[in-house]
């Protein structure tokens, strides 16, 4: 996410060349074997039936397979905006995974178009204090729901002065307009259609980016009994029902 109360991130061609320079295919190659970072996706889990799919991932700024055409556009974009040697610092939780890695990947993606990016990592209380607060100029978020759901998940990118959770302190009434209009979108397929609007605004504006979608890995003792995983872990934490079978 960027603070857009910062410049130049109030800049949308600064913010978009920064999304358009990650090589989100080939970084969930590389981070899925050292990380649980995996999925490409927008702002909904892929897979799930309201998520983008692929071949409309790929249209989206940021999300092509081209990342040589994508860098150059980034480059366009940074020296049109007049920054072209823009150097800032990544904000980052101190939790080694899976943030250290994903913080390392994004500043190399950043190295490529020429930028010099410093990471700081802060203990969890001052980090969540800096986001909070507009303490940075770019930080790594994390957005977590305990079930597959638009209206909790795409609050994080309506307005700042409708979501206490929009922390890059922007107000776009195009994408709270479109956030009211798909929870009353009357069938499955108008409310589709509109969270495609919303999801194209938001990457095109590029205030919040997804970077790579967490998978869950979790080794389970074969004689613990009466638990099953979810994708969530807020979800199966309450273990009355388990037992151990010997």
């Not at 109360?5 to 913010?15: C, I, L, S, Y």
Request: aromatic share 10%.
């Amino acid at each position: 996410g960027f603070n857009t109360e910062k410049k130049p991130f109030g800049d949308v061609r600064v913010r978009r060349a920064l999304s358009l320079a990650i090589d989100r295919w080939q970084g969930s190659q590389a981070l899925s074997k050292i990380a649980f970072l995996r999925g490409v996706g927008g702002l909904l889990r892929p897979g799930y039936e309201l998520a983008a799919t692929e071949a409309e991932l790929v249209k989206y700024p940021g999300l092509s397979k081209d990342i040589k055409k994508s860098r150059e556009e980034a480059k366009k974009l940074l020296k049109e905006a007049g920054v072209s040697d823009l150097k800032f610092k990544l904000l980052n939780r101190n939790v080694p995974m899976p943030y250290t890695p994903l913080g390392v990947f994004l500043i190399d993606q950043w190295r490529q178009i020429g930028l010099n990016v410093e990471h700081e990592q802060l203990d969890t209380k001052l980090y969540q204090a800096a986001l909070r607060a507009g303490n940075y100029e770019a930080g790594v978020d994390f957005n977590c729901d305990f079930m597959d759901e638009p209206n909790l998940q795409l609050i994080k990118y309506i307005s700042a002065d409708k979501s206490s959770i929009n922390y890059g302190r922007y107000n776009d009434r195009t994408l709270d307009e479109l956030y009211e209009k798909q929870i009353r979108a009357p069938d499955a397929k108008t409310r589709y259609k509109l969270i495609r609007e919303f999801e194209k605004r938001a990457l095109e504006q590029a205030y919040t980016v997804p970077t790579l979608w967490w998978h869950r890995i979790i080794v389970n003792w074969k004689l613990v009994k009466g638990w099953d995983m979810s994708p969530s872990h807020y979800l199966g934490q309450d273990l009355a029902g388990v037992w151990l079978d010997q």
